[in-house]
Nanobody, 121 residues
């Protein structure tokens, strides 16, 4: 069982930056590939970025490519999402997930509770 706890969300002006962190605990916490998704009310949860267990490979949605970067800490138990050049349309609850590098929600075994990111114009 793996537990995921996100942190780092908040309110930022358009053009600003935030860094989200997801700390994993429990058995096998450092061996799972991990990802970030986001969701706004009334819409499907959408894939943002994913990274392999060792941080060697990563993927980013087209909507965030060049602005967001996913990475993995040295101990492999923390995953980060560096978000630069934020736009109002990036406003969402951001969720950390573990178990895959794919873009579908059902590929992931574990989810965090989410952290709110609000970008003001």
């Amino acid at each position: 069982q793996v537990q995921l706890v996100e942190s780092g969300g908040g309110l930022v002006q358009a053009g600003g930056s935030l860094r989200l962190a997801c700390a994993a605990s429990g058995t096998g916490r450092s061996t799972y590939p991990m990802a970030w998704f986001r969701q706004v009310p009334g819409k499907e949860r959408e894939f943002v970025a994913s990274v392999t267990w060792n941080g060697g490979n990563s993927w980013h949605a087209d909507s965030v490519k060049g602005r967001f970067t996913i990475s993995r800490g040295d101990a492999k138990t923390t995953v980060y999402l560096q978000m630069n050049s934020l736009k109002p349309e990036d406003t969402a609850v951001y969720y950390c997930a573990a178990g895959s590098v794919g873009v579908r929600r059902d590929e992931y075994f574990y989810w965090g509770q989410g952290t709110q990111v609000t970008v003001s114009s």
